[in-house]
């Protein structure tokens, strides 16, 4: 499988727009599923700058039967990506935080708040500015050589699996004759990326299931491909 080249350090710019309704009011069926498959969103990101697509992210707040938040990405897929023969050319993004992230206007000022709406906005504008595309199993480091996101995480690249914890009904939608399909961002240290560029995503996902990793964003989780020092820690 071919791999994007090399992400280029994401800005950490303005944060979007942060906003209790959408901006765009006309009929929008990706806006429409996600709002359908998981839940009305409880608030939006939206880019007051447009580029070569307009990315919305929205906000879904946890519920008794997942207890978590998910941004997922809406506008990635207006415009189809720079794919080889046999892979699907439209996609959007979903990245699951603990409910007690904090997404508030002040907190979004701050870089350790912020980071995963950077990286999800990133990711979506990544294939469309640098004529390529993401698919399943592709790992992204931040930058060459990598770098973490925030100083307070030390997660350095992500990687794009499918969207497991959600329903299954959620993971495509037939937009006007197109396939849109929804992936999973997760974020991974440096070992972990390292792991999955050398060995390949399988792999990973071996070690995230030794060690009970979700698609649920934690700082402070195990890194699982980190090697013991003569087996001390």
């Known amino acids: 499988m071919a791999e994007p080249t090399i992400a280029p350090l994401y800005p950490l710019a303005a944060p979007m727009q ?3 309704e959408p901006t ?11 709002a359908a498959q998981l839940g009305k969103p409880v608030l939006f990101f939206h880019e007051t700058q447009a580029g070569e697509v307009q990315v919305d992210i929205h ?4 519920t008794p039967t997942f207890p978590y938040v998910r941004l997922v990405t809406s506008g990635m897929s207006k415009q189809p990506m720079s794919v080889p ?16 992230w904090q997404l508030d206007e002040a907190s979004m ?24 595309w993401i698919g399943l199993g592709h790992s992204m480091p931040n930058g ?27 993971h495509s939608v037939t937009v006007d004759g197109k396939d849109v399909y929804f992936h999973c961002v997760v974020p991974l240290f440096k070992e972990e990326l390292n792991l999955a ?17 979700t698609d649920v964003v ?6 699982t491909a980190k090697k013991k020092f003569l087996g001390l820690f």
């Open 18 to 20: 942060r906003q209790p």
């Open 24 to 34: 765009l009011l006309p009929h929008d069926p990706v806006a429409e599923h996600i």
């Open 59 to 62: 906000v879904i707040g946890p």
């Open 85 to 100: 023969d046999g892979a699907p050319p439209y996609a959007e993004l979903m990245l699951t935080l603990p409910a007690a």
């Open 109 to 132: 000022k701050e870089e350790k708040w912020y980071w995963p709406v950077a990286l999800l906005r990133h990711l979506a504008h990544y294939p469309h500015k640098q004529t390529t």
């Open 144 to 170: 060459n050589p990598a770098t973490p996101y925030a100083d307070s995480v030390g997660f350095c690249g992500a990687i794009v699996l499918p969207p497991a914890s959600a329903p299954e009904a959620f």
């Open 197 to 213: 560029r050398r060995r390949g995503f399988e792999e990973l996902l071996h070690k995230f299931n030794e060690k009970n990793v």
């Open 218 to 223: 934690d700082p402070a989780r195990t890194n």
